[in-house]
Structures are given as C-alpha cells and as structure tokens.
C-alpha cells in the first residue's frame, strides 16, 4: 500500500472548502456521463455558484435542493458539456465508486469555511 505525500498544513489552508445550500438542481443534458448541474448558495461572502457532478446513481435534482453540501470554491470553473462549473462538489466513494456526497451533520451557515 503506498502512503500519500505528506503536505504542509499551510498547503491545506490554499484549499478554500466552504458549506453552501442547494437552491436547484437539474440533470445536465450535455454531460458525457450523466451528470446533474447544481446551484449552491453560499451565503452573502460567495453568493451563488454552479457546480456539475456526476452524482446519478445516488441523488435525484429533487433529492438536493435544500440540502447543504461541501466544495471547494477556489480551483478554476471547468467546461462540462455546456455548463461551466464554478465549484467541486466533494463525496467520498461508496463501494461501487458512485458519489456520496459529504455535509454537515447539523445545519450551519452556508458560507462557512473548513477547518
């Protein structure tokens, strides 16, 4: 089993990963692989930011307006299909490699960072 690089905490600090709110979410018709774009809000500081993720296995558009999600907000937006992606929404994989999304295990305002 091969270990991870060890990072330095200062390179953890670059990575701005806050909390935000579904506000909607739709299935991304241009995507290759089936995907579903996402609007998260992410409070006053941040606004809102769209995200495309391949989460179809798990998550129904329905499924996640309302629901808070964690991402990272500071990497470049990324071409999917015909949405531009502003935001990575972050999961962990389940045992068949589908997205399970992380969040929050109690509501907290949407804006606010990791650490």
Do not use: C
Not at 40 to 66: C, N
Not at 70 to 83: D, L, S, T, Y
Not at 103 to 112: I, K, L, R
């Amino acid at each position: 089993m091969h270990s991870p690089p060890t990072v330095e905490f200062t390179d953890f600090t670059r990575i701005d990963i806050r909390v935000g709110t579904v506000v909607r979410a739709e299935r991304n018709a241009s995507a290759r692989k089936p995907a579903l774009t996402v609007w998260i809000d992410f409070g006053a500081a941040l606004g809102e930011k769209k995200s495309s993720a391949q989460l179809t296995r798990h998550y129904t558009p329905e499924d996640l307006v309302g629901r808070q999600v964690a991402a990272v907000v500071n990497f470049p937006p990324r071409q999917i299909g015909k949405i531009l992606s502003q935001v990575l929404m972050l999961g962990f994989p389940d045992a068949d490699g589908e997205v399970v999304l992380v969040a929050p295990d109690h509501p907290v305002p949407d804006g606010g960072r990791l650490f």
